[in-house]
Every structure is written in structure tokens, then in C-alpha cells.
T-cell receptor, first 112, second 114 residues
Framework: DAKTTQPNSMESNEEEPVHLPCNHS???????IHWYRQLPSQGPEYVIH???SNVNNRMASLAIAEDRKSSTLILHRATLRDAAVYYC?????????????FGPGTRLSVLP | NAGVTQTPKFRVLKTGQSMTLLCAQD?????MYWYRQDPGMGLRLIHY???????AKGEVPDGYNVSRLKKQNFLLGLESAAPSQTSVYFC?????????????FGPGTRLTVT
């Protein structure tokens, strides 16, 4: 299975942008890059996903490297509510079974 | 829309007891999943379903059974609970499987087996 590598933890100041990196050097052509986050004592929450092009939604932006071997989740203006564990996951477009593999993720702390 | 709901939120079992966790979704999703999350770790897939009446094993299926009698419900059963099954259990659903589609998660059930 394709795997991702993320830093264990990161810190950010409130109201500043946050760039969360993810490396996935063994990504295949049919792997989508997904980001989820998990707030304390809650279930994972979908953030964003993409295949090749950069993606934007109301929560975040996803910047995908041209060779697709890395990606960055961008929170444009961190708030205290963004403190969570962020998971970067590769999910094969053609895999209809066990597709989402959650690693330990990056624990983001937001300082007031 | 309630999204994905799970019942109960908390449960304490003694070793050897049985119980069923209920997951319900109101989004008309075809696919449903059961994960477990142990402290400090990511989620691991227990079982999943690709549609009403179907189930399949995930990464850690031993000690669990599932049923999907109705499209909107996915049940996870523990026939004889063991302390190693102490965990937080999350249910998820997706419109269609495959990497192009996101999964939506429930709030979780915290299970302790003593």
C-alpha cells in the first residue's frame, strides 16, 4: 500500500497561515490525496482531497507538487478550533474496499 | 441531515459479554465502514460493506461480526468481549467507494472491557 509521511507535531499562532506537509514518494497515478482532521474526542472530519491540481474549499487549500510526491494542506488563518490531528491519506481511485489507511498524523497546536 | 450517528456513545462490558454497536446514516450512501482507534494511533478498518446485504473483512476483523440488513444501518457485534477490544469505535459512510470520494464519520463509541 502507498504510504504517507507527516511530521508528528506542529505549532502555529492564531490568525496566521499554517502549512502542513505530507510526503508520499510512492504514490501511484490513481491515488487521490485526502486530508482529514480529528478534533479531541470527535470522529475524523473530511477536509479536502485532490488528484493532480491544487484544490480550494471553504476550509482549506491543497497544494500538490508537480511530481505528486508531496502535498501541503494550507489553513489560511488558523483559529483555536483548528487544533487537531491532521491525517494525510492516499486512496486509490479504483479500490472499492480497504482504501483509507490512517497513520498517526500531525498534531497541530494553535497558540493564542 | 443528521449525517452519521452511532449508538451508544459509551459502554463498559465485562470480559465475555456481548454487545452490538449501531451505526445509522441518512445520506443514502452505499458504502459503510467500521474502524477502531486505540490511544495515540490512527484508525484501523475492522469490516466494511459495499451495499445492503454485503459485508467484507478489513485489516482487524477477528472478534467482530457485522451485518447490513438495511442500507442506512451497519451493525458491529462483539460476541465475547475481551480487554484487547477496549477502544473507540468509529463508523463511516461514503456515497461510492474508491479514492475519488470522501468518507463521513460518526462521533464514535467509547468501549471499555474490564
Amino acid at each position: 500500500d502507498a504510504k504517507t509521511t507527516q511530521p508528528n507535531s506542529m505549532e502555529s499562532n492564531e490568525e496566521e497561515p499554517v502549512h502542513l506537509p505530507c510526503n508520499h514518494s510512492t504514490i501511484s497515478g490513481t491515488d487521490y490525496i485526502h486530508w482529514y482532521r480529528q478534533l479531541p474526542s470527535q470522529g475524523p472530519e473530511y477536509v479536502i482531497h485532490g488528484l493532480t491540481s491544487n484544490v480550494n474549499n471553504r476550509m482549506a487549500s491543497l497544494a500538490i507538487a508537480e511530481d505528486r510526491k508531496s502535498s501541503t494542506l494550507i489553513l489560511h488563518r488558523a483559529t483555536l478550533r483548528d487544533a487537531a490531528v491532521y491525517y494525510c491519506i492516499l486512496a486509490d481511485r479504483d479500490n472499492y474496499g480497504q482504501n483509507f489507511v490512517f497513520g498517526p498524523g500531525t498534531r497541530l497546536s494553535v497558540l493564542p | 441531515n443528521a449525517g452519521v450517528t452511532q449508538t451508544p456513545k459509551f459502554r463498559v462490558l465485562k470480559t465475555g459479554q456481548s454487545m452490538t454497536l449501531l451505526c445509522a446514516q441518512d445520506m443514502n450512501h452505499e458504502y459503510m465502514y467500521w474502524y477502531r482507534q486505540d490511544p495515540g494511533m490512527g484508525l484501523r478498518l475492522i469490516h466494511y460493506s459495499v451495499g445492503e446485504g454485503t459485508t467484507a473483512k478489513g485489516e482487524v476483523p477477528d472478534g467482530y461480526n457485522v451485518s447490513r440488513l438495511k442500507k442506512q444501518n451497519f451493525l458491529l457485534g462483539l460476541e465475547s468481549a475481551a480487554p484487547s477490544q477496549t477502544s473507540v469505535y468509529f463508523c463511516a459512510s461514503s456515497l461510492i467507494a474508491g479514492g475519488a470520494y470522501e468518507q463521513y464519520f460518526g462521533p464514535g463509541t467509547r468501549l471499555t472491557v474490564t
